[in-house]
């Protein structure tokens, strides 16, 4: 479906976008307390799945649902006469966002998509650490 | 050649030809000139239920395929409506298609000699199978469903002897023929199901099939995802795609702990605070065993590690080397037990601030 270096050229921009806002908001010495690390551990998870679901955009119902909690609405709990219940798909439906009103086709679907962009995003960000921590070794 | 008014018009003309030319001359594909009148019967025939978009330069092979594609799935469309007459003509229609593509196969085009032996011997063998049933069909021709679908089923199977190639485009222009004519009892675009049609009106059933392969169908392009995907069962397969969003989702947190840019950021997630703040010499053994226990799972984050207390790591060599050559007196641990695990050639050097090497008094960070 989606060509994979084009999503992941769309997801490391945008995530690189997101950390540098981060870093403007954050505090730039090492903050010194755990809460205060935990706050930014959270902050860039959340700016990660923040970027995965707008560059995704409003096209698959899982980005529509992230984007929905990040701004803060309620959650569109509409159940076309739901059939999770059969063939075990009770804790998927609890893991990919969004997936209580779905039926199970699109929600067998929706998580296909949703395992591509993970894998894209974690691939990158992994990339980006990599890149930075050698470039720090250079005496 | 009298034009097809009705169809029991058609079928005695079609009749008639049977016989005169009896099945064998369609064997010998060197004799073109006994085709001429055939030809041109069958031209007519052909072209009355046009209903493919043929562009000018598609190939005659590429054609007769297409027709006989569409043939098929208006053979079957008409079986389904119950037009009985209408469906033995489409039969008549697929047998002398597929006649005239085997016997044009081999003189018109040489160079896809594979190609058109294929069709050929299939071609053949499918006429031979048919004429017994189109014989049968003629004397018994009473118009009851049931027993046209007893020789589409048996027309079936030859025909799908005769060529993959005309399976799926088939299967795709059933697709675009039943979604167009809105197709009675079955709106099933599979050419595999082998339920009789005539029968399986039952529209629940079909919608559950329905719903039941497109779910089959997602579960294995979902199959090629997931790594470890040898699993047969339906059940494991779905617990294993659970944890494998779950793992993914899990990277995904752990990265972002160790992604920020401060490397004391990292610590937290190993360390208790009394190892962060900096201390005389037991810190030493204490940073090492951070570093390795980072090391193992990302080399990233024991860098950052002792980038955030002002160390770095370097090859035993290059430490003996600079120390040989400034000449100060330089506290160099080789911790060759604690960095067994990775490599015997490394070393903990301390620095203060990694671009001061040269000569001034490097001391213990």
Redesign the interface.
């Known amino acids: 479906m989606k060509n994979p270096n084009t999503l992941k050229k769309k997801l490391a921009s945008r995530f690189l976008k997101a ?1 540098k806002k981060l ?1 403007y908001k954050m505090s730039p ?3 010194a307390s ?1 809460a205060e ?1 935990k706050r ?3 902050a ?2 959340a ?3 923040a970027s995965m679901a707008s560059a995704v955009g409003p096209r698959r119902a899982w980005s529509r649902a992230l984007l929905r909690k990040m701004k803060g609405r309620k959650r569109a709990r509409r159940n076309p006469g739901n059939m999770n219940t059969r ?3 009770n ?2 439906c609890d ?2 966002p969004g997936g209580e009103a779905m039926d ?2 699109s929600l ?2 929706e ?2 998509h ?3 962009c ?2 894209a ?2 691939q990158i ?2 990339e ?3 890149s ?3 470039s ?2 250079i ?1 | 050649m009298q034009p097809i008014s009705g169809e029991f018009g058609a079928i005695n003309t079609l009749n008639g030809l049977l016989n005169q030319h009896p099945i064998s001359s369609l064997h010998n594909h060197g004799q073109l000139p006994q085709f001429d009148p055939v030809d041109d019967f069958l031209e007519q025939m052909l072209s009355s239920p046009a209903v493919y978009p043929c562009a000018d330069d598609h190939s005659q092979q590429q054609m007769e395929e297409h027709s006989t594609s569409v043939l098929a799935s208006k053979l079957r469309q008409h079986q389904i409506n119950s037009g009985a007459a209408k469906a033995l003509m489409f039969q008549r229609q697929l047998l002398l298609s597929t006649g005239l593509a085997a016997g044009n196969g081999a003189p018109r085009s040489p160079t896809l000699s594979d190609h058109n032996d294929g069709i050929d011997g299939n071609g053949f063998k499918s006429i031979q199978e048919n004429d017994a049933s189109i014989k049968a069909l003629f004397n018994g021709f009473t118009g009851s469903l049931g027993q046209i679908s007893n020789q589409s089923e048996h027309f079936h199977q030859p025909q799908n002897f005769g060529g993959a190639g005309i399976a799926t485009p088939a299967a795709m222009n059933e697709a675009t023929v039943s979604g167009s004519s809105g197709g009675g009892a079955s709106g099933q675009p599979r050419q595999r199901v082998r339920a009789r049609r005539g029968q399986a009106t039952d529209p629940h059933s079909i919608a559950e099939r329905l719903r039941r392969e497109r779910i089959a169908e997602r579960m294995k392009s979902l199959q090629e995802l997931v790594p470890n995907a040898n699993k047969t069962d339906k059940a494991s397969m779905l617990d294993e795609i659970i944890d494998y969003v779950k793992f993914l989702q899990l990277q995904v947190k752990v990265l972002s702990m160790s992604r920020l840019g401060g490397a004391s950021a990292v610590a937290p997630l190993v360390t208790d605070m009394s190892s962060e703040t900096s201390k005389e010499g037991t810190s030493m053994s204490l940073t090492e065993q951070e570093v390795t226990k980072l090391m193992e799972e990302d080399m990233g984050s024991a860098m950052q590690y002792l980038q955030g207390k002002g160390l770095c790591l370097m090859p035993i060599s290059l430490a003996t080397a600079i120390s040989t050559a400034t000449g100060n007196s330089l506290k160099i641990n080789t911790n060759s037990d604690a960095q067994a695990p990775t490599s015997p050639t490394l070393s903990v050097l301390t620095v203060q601030s990694c671009g001061n090497i040269k000569g001034d008094a490097i001391d213990q960070g």
């Open positions: 950390m870093k010495s090492p903050p755990i690390k930014r551990h959270r860039v998870r700016a990660a799945y063939f075990g798909l804790h998927l893991i990919v199970s086709c067998l679907n998580t296909a949703y395992i591509k993970l894998v995003q974690v960000m992994r980006i650490l990599h930075s921590s050698s720090s070794t005496l």
